[in-house]
């Protein structure tokens, strides 16, 4: 039954994956264009990503990125937010933005009738290319986001997520909230978001992803419209992230469970080891009920309702995380076990069985993540924020089935050392 379901995944993959043909292009002025057309739906979606994630703030200046990103949604040329909102509402398209640490974006669906989607493509360029960033909409949005920042200090996971950021990175830019801080925030004026905007939503490391119902040739005069303004700025790459001390935070909270955060900086977008690395990861915590963290630690000895672990790639080198919540008074046992648990692991490795057991379920499941035109989107924009080889896509179960046992024992041994790993815990007894 096992050998039938490979079967099966592997072939249903590659059928999903000849459905997916993405067309590759660049502008005069180097916008990376990735086009994939698609008539099942009379739908369109677009998401055009800048270089232009929080890691992006200047010094002093955190949470820039985040609140220009936002400001650009809320008023363009002669139109107030109100204006734009009805634009889009009124034909059914939808308008969105959002940033992260390594880019920013903003994307709009809309259908694909002419006169539709004119307008929402003329309402988006408008958005994209003259932002009014209008001084009461500024101080408006600036007194929000002060609003929540003081409401998440009040919670844990927003509190143990801040401290976790800045344990493993210091002053280096991944080590702020993407949203702020307070007193950074204070600060701002008008004029840094403008400065802001005029900098970083440049062509310079810029992409833009098309998908649906639309010919090669209508794509390309969407590109065009979208992309031509943008100037080709330059800026310095994201700096490496040094190997600082590990940290041991401790943050008193009223909540009746502990918050653990623990782990270390590890992996970057395409890192030679990601695959052997996002395989075994799904072994030991990645893979819910059936990783072993949760085998152990909740199954066997009844000490957290859930326990993951995770990587986050990013340009520079992103986390490995290890998460969970308990009572207070259990936060040591689970923290014990969790240590024994990953040091077996990376002595040891996996099994061949649970290999075999990783590689169906992310085989398996990886034709669910592209079953729709937003989900391509959205995994081919990640494609093209890291430049990704246009072949991701069909390399990827490929990929999945090469990696041994001894690759994921290799791999864990020399990239994850426990003895570098920081540990934030809120609300510890």
Request: glycine content about 6%; charged content about 25%; aromatic content about 10%.
């Amino acid at each position: 039954m096992r050998v039938l379901l490979s079967i099966f995944c592997l072939f249903f993959s590659s059928i999903l994956y000849a459905n997916i043909n993405i067309d590759f292009w660049k502008t005069e002025n180097g916008v990376r264009v990735y086009f994939v057309e698609s008539h099942e739906l009379p739908i369109v979606d677009i998401k055009i990503n800048f270089d232009a994630g929080s890691a992006r703030d200047p010094k002093g200046q955190y949470g820039v990125a985040n609140l220009t990103n936002y400001l650009m949604l809320l008023g363009a040329g002669d139109l107030d937010e109100n204006q734009i909102s009805n634009r889009f509402s009124d034909i059914g398209a939808s308008l969105g933005g959002g940033i992260d640490r390594d880019h920013a974006q903003l994307s709009i669906r809309t259908l694909s009738d002419k006169k539709i989607f004119s307008q929402a493509v003329d309402t988006f360029k408008l958005v994209l290319t003259k932002p009014s960033f209008a001084d009461d909409v500024f101080e408006r949005e600036k007194k929000s986001t002060l609003s929540l920042i003081d409401q998440s200090k009040t919670q844990p996971d927003s509190l143990g997520k801040n401290a976790y950021s800045k344990a493993l990175y210091g002053d280096h830019p991944y080590g702020h909230p993407e949203e702020g801080l307070t007193e950074s925030v204070l600060k701002l004026t008008r004029k840094n978001i403008i400065n802001f905007y005029n900098l970083f939503y440049s062509s310079q490391n810029a992409s833009i992803v098309i998908v649906g119902d639309l010919s090669k040739t209508e794509a390309q005069k969407v590109v065009s419209d979208l992309t031509s303004h943008l100037k080709d700025y330059g800026h310095a790459p994201i700096p490496e992230v040094a190997e600082n001390e590990p940290q041991n935070v401790s943050i008193e909270h009223p909540a009746q469970q502990a918050h653990l955060f623990y782990g270390m900086p590890s992996m970057v977008r395409l890192d030679k080891d990601f695959y052997p690395l996002y395989v075994g990861n799904y072994i030991v915590g990645g893979g819910g009920f059936v990783s072993r963290l949760t085998g152990e630690v909740r199954e066997k000895n009844g000490l957290v309702y859930s326990v993951y672990s995770y990587f986050m790639p990013l340009t520079q080198k992103g986390p490995f995380q290890i998460g969970l919540q308990t009572k207070k008074s259990q936060m040591n046992d689970a923290l014990n076990l969790v240590n024994q648990v990953m040091k077996d692991f990376i002595e040891k490795g996996p099994t061949k069985e649970e290999l075999k057991d990783a590689k169906m379920n992310l085989i398996g499941g990886f034709p669910l993540r592209l079953d729709s035109n937003k989900k391509i989107a959205e995994y081919i924009s990640m494609m093209a924020i890291y430049n990704y080889p246009i072949d991701y896509l069909e390399s990827f179960v490929k990929n999945i089935d090469k990696v041994t046992v001894e690759d994921i024992k290799d791999a864990f041994q020399r990239r994850i050392d426990m003895s570098r790993f920081s540990t934030v815990i809120v609300g510890n007894s």
